[in-house]
Structure formats: C-alpha cells, structure tokens
C-alpha cells in the first residue's frame, strides 16, 4: 500500500516465501520482504558485520485525531538490538524526505528515549562508493515506488501502535570460508 | 591514472596538509605517551590504510611499544560473494592478554568495522583497549564508539591519501584530499 503522509510505497507482511538469502548458507533464517532493495542491501551489510537486526519490529503511532485513534504512524525500517538503534532509510526525492524529516521530528517529539538514525539516498551513495558498488546506487536511485518487484502488497490495515512484528531476522553466525578481499 | 601526477590531479581539494598531518600525529604521540607513561604498549594497525599513520605515530610515541598488525575483510569484495561474513584476513602474531592495547585506524566512518574488530580484541583479555584515529567522519556513524584519540574530525566528502585509498590507489599521497566526483562516476 501507499504510505498517505509520504507517498512512499510501503507493502506489509507477505503471506508468499520471502526473499532468497544473499548466499549458499542453507542454515540462514528467512529473509523478510524488503520494501526496496536498498533495505535488502543494507540487511547484507549488516549481516556482513555481524550486527543483530529485526526488520520493521515496531509501529510508533505519532497522529491521533479527536476521537484518540491513530491516523498517522511510523515503523522504522530496521531495529539493531544490540545498538538499541532504529534505522530508517530512504531513496526517495527530496520532497518526499522533508514530510519523512517531519515524521522523524514527531517521533523524537514523542518518543525522547528513541534513537533513530535517518539514512538518506546520500548517506546509501557514500557507503555504496566506499564498499566500491556504486553501481547500484545508480541501478536503485528514483526507482518508482521504491518496491522491489518480488514483494507482494498486503491488504489495508490500520496502524499498531507499538506492535511488534512477525517478520524478524536476525545475523546469522556461520563459519566462513577464506577469501582474499580486504578492507580499504 | 597511472602515476602519482594523476592521481594528485583526481584530488579536488587537499583537505589536510603533510604539515598539519605531522603536526597533529607529533601531538597525538605527546598526548599518548603522557597518558601511557611508565607502561609499555602495544598498537595494532588495522591494514592497509592505516599504515602510514602507524608508521609516524609510533615514532612519536616515547613510551616502550610493541607493534602488531590486522587486515579484516571488507563488504562488497569476493569475500561478501563467497561467505557474507566478515572475517580476519591477518590476525595478531601475538598475544595481547594483559596487555594494553591501542587500535590504530585510518578512518572512523559508520563504525561497523570497529565494532567488529573490538568485539573480536576483547575476547584476548587485553589489560585495557582503545582507540585512536587519524580522520572520524561522526556524519556516517552507525555505531556509536568512543574514540579515545582523534586527528581531525572531518566533513561526510570522500577522501583519499595518507593511506586511504580508493580502488587501491592514492594511498601514497601525503595529504589527505576530497576525491573529485568525476574519478568515482567513471566506471572502474
């Protein structure tokens, strides 16, 4: 469905298999349905290094109208455990990141305790230019909808306040393989 | 870009001098033999970038220290495509229980690397572990981290020289540079 207060296309659970792993290991969770392949990429990364991360676990509700029912609400992209930090990313147009600025502010607003880091489209450029795939930033930047193509919408519902979710992956902890690639 | 000419000509803007370079690592050897004083250390450089950073604040350091070097995979290499995990490509050629040990990094960014790697130090039972880095870029911060020393803190632009490099070159440079856009928007 369509986020009404961003106009960022954001799909719920989905009832199909999610998304294949990133690689051969046979003993890794599920990965969630990611809403845009630069989620996808950020989870690898931080699968990569080892950071414990739950995939949208939360709903702040941060509207209420007069009758005290939530109209607006914000669900943090990524929760690092481990961190105690929320992540929340976007590759979306310049006005579409103020009324997410907004949101942020309000969510701050409500919620003091919270960390919450916004990841810009810029902030994805650099960490792509320094893991050298750069590439992809321009493969994935403006992409309509910002939906990966194998992410099926779920049916309209309302918000949970501060439900946690179903969909939860975490780092895996295998044994490596050698390989010859170092750090910069 | 072939030879050092061209590749100082890819920088668009020296962010940092040779001389404020030494001037700053001389003073981070004053400041970390004074608070080292009258105990020996051992510095571990993580590879590659940090190498000539290590090569001169070591000799600005007074204090007895031993050296020790690490390299730790990077995402977005054949290793990522092979395994998705990081890994330990050169491990300590010595043991640091009980000793106190000061990291030696190039550069600070998102801090995932970091995190990693004192994760990995603490489980050898160093007497103490910290942190110093030439350049931290706070703006790219995932992971919070206390840096116990720090050369200069420096604006979200990426850099190259003095170590740090870009497609495995510029590490010769001896300032610190902003990449121009250009070098990086060509294909590699």
Redesign the interface.
């Known amino acids: 469905m369509t986020d009404p207060t961003t106009g960022e296309q954001r799909t719920g659970a989905v009832a199909g298999p999610a998304a294949p792993a990133?690689?051969d290991?046979t003993d890794a969770p599920p990965r969630p349905p990611f809403a845009h392949a630069s989620e996808a990429e950020m989870a690898?990364?931080?699968?990569?290094?080892?950071?414990a991360w739950e995939y949208e676990p939360r709903t702040f509700p941060i509207l209420w109208n007069l009758a005290g029912d939530v109209v607006e609400s914000f669900s943090p992209d990524f929760y690092?455990p481990d961190?105690g930090?929320y992540?929340e990313m976007t590759t979306l147009r310049q006005r579409l990141v103020r009324k997410k600025n907004r949101k942020l502010r309000r969510l701050r607003e409500l919620y003091p305790d919270l960390r919450v880091?916004l990841f810009y489209a810029r902030?994805f450029r650099?960490?792509m230019?320094?893991?050298?795939?750069?590439a992809l930033v321009d493969a994935l930047s403006g992409t309509p909808g910002q939906v990966m193509p194998d992410r099926e919408p779920e049916p309209a519902a309302g918000p949970t306040p501060a439900a946690p979710s179903t969909r939860r992956s975490v780092t895996?902890r295998?044994t490596?393989?050698?390989?010859?690639?170092?750090?910069? | 870009m072939s030879d050092a000419r061209d590749l100082e000509a890819d920088v668009g803007e020296v962010l940092l001098s040779e001389d404020e370079i030494q001037a700053r690592v001389t003073e981070l050897g004053r400041q970390v033999s004074a608070d080292y004083a009258g105990r020996q250390l051992t510095l571990v450089s993580v590879l590659k970038g940090s190498l000539p950073f290590m090569a001169d604040l070591m000799r600005a350091i007074t204090v007895p220290v031993r050296i020790d070097l690490m390299e730790v995979s990077s995402y977005g290499g054949a290793a990522t495509e092979s395994s998705g995990l990081v890994r330990i490509l050169k491990d300590l050629s010595a043991s640091i229980q009980g000793e106190d040990v000061l990291i030696v990094e190039d550069i600070i960014d998102t801090g995932l690397t970091l995190n990693y790697l004192l994760r990995y130090l603490r489980g050898k039972n160093p007497a103490s572990l910290r942190i110093c880095t030439l350049l931290d870029k706070p703006a790219r911060r995932l992971v919070d981290i206390p840096v116990d020393y720090t050369g200069f803190t420096i604006p979200d632009q990426f850099v190259v020289g003095y170590g740090l490099d870009y497609g495995e070159l510029y590490r010769n440079l001896r300032f610190v540079g902003v990449l121009r856009p250009e070098v990086y928007a060509e294909p590699a």
């Open positions: 990133s690689d290991h690898r990364i931080l699968d990569f290094y080892e950071v690092l961190l930090l992540l880091k902030d650099a960490l230019l320094k893991y050298g795939k750069l895996r295998t490596p393989a050698p390989a010859s690639e170092a750090r910069r």
